[in-house]
């Protein structure tokens, strides 16, 4: 393995086990924590490569904004989401970033369906979501109003874990040649 990514895997490990705790618990992730690993990326991408390194991270960093910005917008993501995997996007940087947002989505799809599985969030907005765009004869006005709100920490997918499996994937898959 090399050095370069056996640095970046120990600082990523510690610092995604601590927000995907962080978002189990309270499903939040604090800005000091995010923000901070944004900056953390920047700065180690920065100090092996220069300045041509701090514009990789910088780059990667935007494009993964830009993949969770209309998610965010439409309140399906939320802001600490979005900087979570803006600081990954920092720590892999350009050359992996596709492959870090395929992973994410991967490990997004595995984590949502583990969580309705094991009956750790409530499905019934997917329901309402299928039933109104496959079923004809449903009153959506009806099921609108029995939906719970949408406030309800119940209803939220903590996709800290998706974004903390994904970047470790990309990590791995690309040290293997992916």
């Known amino acids: 393995m090399e050095t370069w990514t056996i640095l970046r895997a120990a600082l990523l490990t510690p610092w995604l086990a601590v927000l995907c705790a962080k978002d189990l618990r309270t499903r939040r992730l604090p800005n000091a924590w995010t923000l901070g690993g944004l900056a953390a990326g920047l700065a180690l991408q920065a100090g092996w490569s220069g300045l041509s390194g701090f514009v990789d991270g910088l780059s990667a960093a935007g494009i993964c904004i830009l993949f969770l910005l209309i998610p965010f917008l439409v309140r399906a993501a939320g802001a600490g989401d979005l900087k979570m995997l803006a600081a990954c996007g920092a720590f892999v940087g ?3 970033v596709l492959l870090l947002l395929l992973c994410v989505s991967f ?13 750790k969030v409530g499905a019934a907005r997917l329901k309402h979501a299928f039933r109104t765009l496959f079923d004809w004869r449903y009153d959506r006005k009806a099921g609108r109003a ?15 874990l998706a974004i903390a499996l994904g970047t470790l994937a990309t990590l791995v898959l690309a040290q293997l040649g992916y």
């Open 94 to 96: 350009m050359k992996s």
């Open 107 to 119: 490990a997004g799809f595995f984590v949502a369906v583990g969580m309705l599985v094991t009956r």
């Open 146 to 160: 029995a939906l719970p709100p949408k406030e309800d920490e119940g209803n939220r997918i903590p996709f800290g």
